[in-house]
């Protein structure tokens, strides 16, 4: 079947190891912070990671397309059952995990390529390049550019809610991780660079609209 895969699958099973990698961030505060066995049983019940994984040996003989739908929802189901366990005084400081685990992703791609995106069409590249959307065929974010500065990031629709909705943690606690990360990859990239968020489908609002300036 590896015959099969082109680079669209191996950029999207790439996406989905970076959101793997924040999820078991925000497990190991909660098996830090007085959530341990509750928080094991969720990485238990999650099992093999992929980090390190090749595609096509794990692939075998499944549907590419069934294969990294099935990843995609388990890893978001994953991250928001770890979500469902932090207490809400302990919140904040879950964010802050995140932000900085999406902070150290940007300054590790930063080191990687060698140097910072000195516009915003090269940042956006690095922001396109990590962040899960779903699958390929999924509406994804909707990019203007403003003016030399400032560049629209807003999505019609979210990806993530039908998934996030199997836990009983709340859309709105699950987009500002999301968002929480975001950010702090966004100025890891660029310490000049800042993203600010105007209003979310989680919160209500009919899309979700943000901002990225550089």
């Known amino acids: 079947m590896s015959a099969f895969l082109g680079p669209i699958h191996y950029w999207l099973f790439n996406k989905i190891q970076f959101m793997e990698e924040r999820s078991f961030a925000v497990a190991s505060y909660l098996q830090e912070n007085g959530s341990k066995d509750a928080a ?9 990671r992929l980090a390190g994984a090749d595609l096509g040996q794990i692939l075998g003989n499944n549907s590419i397309h069934n294969f990294l739908y099935g990843l995609i929802s388990k890893v978001e189901i994953f991250e928001a059952g770890l979500m469902d366990l932090v207490s809400e005084d302990h919140i904040a400081d879950v964010m802050k995990v995140v932000e900085e685990h999406g902070r150290s992703i940007g300054k590790k791609l ?3 390529k060698g140097a910072k995106p000195s516009n915003l069409q090269e940042l ?7 962040q899960l959307e779903g699958m390929p ?9 403003l003016d030399e500065h400032n560049m629209a990031y807003n ?4 990806n993530h809610i039908p ?3 199997y836990t009983s943690c709340s859309n709105k606690t699950m987009c500002q991780l999301h968002n929480a ?4 990859f966004i100025s890891g ?3 000049a660079a800042s993203y600010k968020v105007e209003s979310t489908i989680a919160d209500g609002a009919p899309s979700c609209s943000a901002k990225i300036t550089l």
């Not at 094991?40 to 093999?48: D, I, P």
């Not at 956006?124 to 990590?130: A, E, G, I, K, W």
């Not at 990360?181 to 702090?184: A, F, K, T, V």
Request: aromatic share 10%.
């Open 40 to 48: 094991s049983q969720k990485v238990t019940e999650y099992g093999e």
């Open 189 to 191: 990239l660029n310490e």
């Open 137 to 145: 065929c999924d509406p994804t974010a909707e990019v203007k550019l």
């Open 110 to 112: 930063v080191e990687h």
């Open 163 to 165: 998934n996030w909705e």
């Open 155 to 158: 999505h019609s629709t979210c």
């Open 181 to 184: 990360w975001l950010g702090g």
């Open 124 to 130: 956006y590249q690095h922001v396109s390049d990590t």
